[in-house]
């Protein structure tokens, strides 16, 4: 038999969204310093899921990162909509992103240029990522 649940233990959760403070990497000078906010922490955050191989390091969840291996030496053909697909499911996971949209593809023999919008809290990004497949 199976207790009822008390009306008085029941208690309500408040969800809050955590700020997007985080320190700033300058990709050209190779280093961090600095700290981002709003859609530049979003844009940095979108550049670190894509180049971080999801499951292969421990000190990220399993939820962060892409899944690249899988794509190469897969035909282009194949290629295309589960880069589209795994871009997406990758960059939904963090809350700040709303949408993952307006997909094109560039192919050049084995290599595949995805460009799309990254729709987010703080506004929108266009971001690109080769693939060798």
Request: overall charge negative.
């Amino acid at each position: 038999m199976v207790p009822k649940i008390q009306e008085d233990l029941r208690q309500e959760f408040i969800t809050e969204t955590l700020p997007s403070r985080t320190f700033r990497m300058q990709e050209d000078q190779k280093i961090i310093a600095g700290m981002a906010d709003g859609l530049q922490a979003v844009k940095q955050a979108v550049f670190l899921i894509l180049n971080v191989e999801r499951y292969e390091w421990l000190i990220y969840s399993w939820n962060y990162g892409m899944e690249w291996e899988g794509l190469i030496g897969q035909p282009v053909d194949f290629c295309i909509p589960e880069i589209e697909r795994r871009v997406r499911e990758a960059l939904l996971q963090d809350d700040r992103i709303v949408a993952v949209e307006d997909f094109t593809f560039q192919v050049d023999q084995r290599k595949v240029l995805a460009r799309f919008t990254v729709n987010s809290i703080f506004g929108s990004l266009k971001m690109e990522k080769e693939v060798v497949a």
